[in-house]
């Protein structure tokens, strides 16, 4: 019985390791391409224009909204054209905040928060091993349970 409680045990962190790692390493995966994708982008100068609060997005089934998420729009200017888009879904930011932007040189409409390769990184550094320590306690519990089972197996002989 105690040989079952520490497989147990050694369960848990597996499936909380395992997932988390996922996670990381998805999020290290998504910001190297947000990263790669905007690099070339034009960083400028921006002011939030506009923001509401974002009810359609975080709404859940009771169509309760959650005050803290916000749909923020930035005015820019490029060769004296003046531009306002939405920036995108956000905490934080209030009217007439000044903020750095990055944007598409063939397209002023295509905008982004600029994204620092360190991000990726990080994920990374954090999720990889976190994805091998899961993966490895899962295999140990697999090991203990079938070692287990088969010193039952043979004591019920």
């Known amino acids: 019985m105690e040989k079952l409680k520490i497989i147990f045990q050694e369960s848990k962190i597996g499936k909380f390791l395992l997932p988390l790692g996922i996670i990381l ?51 820019y200017k490029i060769d004296d054209n003046e531009y306002e888009e939405e920036l995108g879904i956000f905490n934080g930011y209030k009217k007439n905040d000044k903020l750095t932007i990055s944007y ?35 295999i140990i519990v697999l090991k203990r349970h079938k070692k287990l089972l088969e010193e039952e197996s043979s004591k019920d002989k």
Do not use: H, Q
């Not at 939030?48 to 005015?75: G, L, N, Q």
């Not at 994204?115 to 994805?131: C, E, L, N, R």
């Open 104 to 138: 598409n040189k063939d397209n002023p409409k295509d905008i982004a928060l600029p994204i620092s390769m360190a991000w990726p990184i990080i994920f990374a550094v954090f999720g990889f091993p976190t994805f091998i320590g899961g993966l490895v306690c899962i």
């Open 25 to 75: 390493l998805y999020l290290s995966l998504s910001s190297f391409i947000k990263a790669i994708i905007i690099k070339d982008y034009i960083k400028i100068d921006a002011v939030v224009s506009k923001v509401e609060v974002a009810k359609d997005i975080y709404t859940d089934e009771t169509k309760a909204s959650y005050d803290d998420s916000y749909r923020v729009y930035v005015k």
